[in-house]
């Protein structure tokens, strides 16, 4: 079991930065994909970004240019830092990550933290 756990939600005026942190513990050795998802109110939960753990990364179009996915393996942790973030940007953001064993998937949720971005 994957245990994550996020920090660095937070309000801030449009144009602003925020900083998102997620450290996973437990069983961390066969973690394979790690990203960040969120979910606004009334909306499907939806992928922003994901890095592989050798460091390939992707991005929703919506985030392109303006956020960053950054992971420390050593450390099992995964950050997304935001810039120009837009009141669209408002929503609960959750860590997400996988790992593979044997031949079984399995896919490790955080809590989820608050970014609201005021206009």
């Known amino acids: 079991q994957v245990q994550l756990v996020e920090s660095g939600g937070g309000l801030v005026q449009a144009g602003g930065s925020l900083r998102l942190s997620c450290a996973a513990s437990?069983?961390?050795?066969?973690?394979?994909?790690m990203g960040w998802y969120r979910q606004a109110p009334g909306k499907q939960r939806e992928l922003v970004a994901v890095?592989?753990?050798?460091?390939?990364?992707n991005y929703s179009n919506s985030v392109k240019g303006r956020f960053t996915i950054s992971r420390d393996n050593a450390k099992n942790t995964v950050n997304l830092q935001m810039n120009s973030l837009k009141p669209e940007d408002t929503a609960v953001y959750y860590c997400?990550?996988?790992?593979?064993?044997?031949?079984?998937?399995?896919?490790?949720w955080g809590q989820g933290t608050q970014v609201t971005v005021s206009s």
């Open positions: 997400n990550a996988e790992d593979f064993v044997g031949i079984f998937r399995n896919v490790y």
């Open positions: 437990g069983s961390t050795n066969n973690i394979n994909d």
């Open positions: 890095i592989s753990s050798r460091g390939g990364t």
